[in-house]
């Protein structure tokens, strides 16, 4: 037992919950030559935005809480960083993983770097190639000093070619995210979530939308009520609100301007989210992982965003990248409201081993 060898996973925001659960499934295979341990940073705190995704994806609960909540972007980066060193100079693990492109991940793969500590990268290489996004400067950031980086699409392989990333340290194996998807898809086909709304199967649209770019501005946001008031006289709208989308609403007085049409919800645990997703008409979003989700399951996916970093999900998917002209992304909504539907494929590699093929890897070099 002298050699056994540790691991610590980084957790901090939502999409991050759905990409650690498959790869601490995975490791349990090699539980007597290596510990597996979670640290959930706190970015996100709110019961509906944190816990339900731990009961959903069967977590454990984390080994350590950093508690460390909302705050600026230095504010929120720099407290992860001063409590996660904490933590790494404690245990003395051997490999800090981090997934996706949240302040946590920057901030934990940082705090370990400069402890000598390897560092994993999960879901490495995407690129907007718009640095306004902070998901894209933590992006590069992470990629830059990751040991081991994880690549969920070919767009991923190139990107990191291009930035001069050697390519020993770089792995195409699929999406973790879709490992969670594909492995809970016989739980949601059981969930009572469309009798709770009052939808129907295939005649509604589900709408997230939380990207400062959609939802910072009163100007936006009026355009946004707008936009969804008129889908809504064509269909059910069902709108899990985003807490950051939440607020800004109120902020700006237009949360009673919302059509009665518009079923909103508080936001959704994930068993009860992806069933809403796949019995989906159209899902229009400006969320990363639901262009992927919708393009796993076939479902027509509008994004309210001028760039992605999922190409793939629009060269193969089912995905259509609309940007932020509303008048733009309502006319194309009527589209495939009126069976005008984009044909799509799923990725290479989406195929629910992502996680398994990552810690097989893993074993190896720990
Ligand atoms: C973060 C990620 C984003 C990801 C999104 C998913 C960064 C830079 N952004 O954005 O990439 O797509 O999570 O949700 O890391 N709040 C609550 N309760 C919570 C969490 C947040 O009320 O549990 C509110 C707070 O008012 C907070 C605001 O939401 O200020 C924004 O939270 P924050 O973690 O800063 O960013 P997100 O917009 O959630």
Redesign the pocket.
Same mark, same amino acid.
């Given at each position: 037992m002298g050699n056994m060898k540790k691991i610590i996973s980084v957790v901090?925001?939502?999409?991050n919950f759905m990409k650690v659960a498959p790869i601490h499934k995975a490791f349990k295979k090699h539980e007597d030559e290596i510990t597996h341990l979670i640290c959930h940073t706190g970015?996100?705190?709110?019961e509906?935005?944190?816990k339900v995704f731990f009961e959903d994806l069967e977590l454990p609960q984390p080994d350590f809480y950093l508690g460390v909540?909302?705050?600026s972007?230095a504010e929120?980066t720099a407290k992860v960083m001063v409590e996660f060193e904490k933590i790494l100079i404690q245990e003395k693990p051997d490999m800090v993983l981090v997934v996706?492109?949240? !302040?946590?991940?920057i901030a934990c793969s940082l705090t370990a770097k400069k402890l000598h500590i390897k560092v994993v990268h999960v879901e490495a290489g995407l690129r907007s190639f718009d640095m306004e996004m902070?998901?894209e400067v933590?992006r590069i950031l992470t990629d830059r000093i990751s040991d081991y980086l994880f690549v969920t699409e070919k767009s991923g392989l190139d990107n990191l070619k291009n930035e001069g990333v050697s390519i020993d340290k770089v792995f195409f194996v699929g999406n973790v995210m879709i490992d969670s998807l594909f492995y809970y898809l016989p739980k949601s086909d059981k969930s009572n979530i469309h009798i709770e709304l009052g939808v129907e199967k295939g005649s509604y649209v589900l709408i997230t939308l939380?990207?400062?770019s959609n939802v910072d501005t009163k100007e936006s946001l009026e355009k946004l009520v707008h936009f969804l008031n008129v889908l809504s006289e064509q269909r059910k709208v069902v709108f899990p609100i985003?807490?950051?989308t939440k !607020?800004n609403l109120g902020k700006f007085e237009l949360l009673k301007t919302l059509s009665k049409n518009i079923i909103l919800t508080d936001p959704i645990g994930y068993v009860d989210f992806q069933a809403l997703t796949k019995n989906a008409e159209l899902v229009v979003t400006d969320?990363?992982?639901i262009q992927e989700e919708t393009t796993a399951l076939g479902v027509q996916c509008i994004t309210l965003r001028t760039s992605t970093e999922r190409p793939s999900t629009v060269d193969v998917g089912t995905n259509q990248l609309i940007g932020l002209d509303l008048e733009k992304a309502e006319t194309a909504c009527l589209d495939v409201l009126n069976g005008n539907k984009k044909e799509g494929k799923i990725p290479e590699l989406w195929d629910g081993k992502a996680a398994e093929r990552i810690v097989e890897i893993l074993h190896k070099y720990v």
């Open positions: 901090g925001a939502r999409p970015q996100h705190y709110d509906k935005m944190s909540g909302s705050g972007h929120q996706g492109d949240v !302040n946590s991940t902070p998901e933590n939380h990207r400062p985003h807490p950051r !607020n969320s990363g992982g």
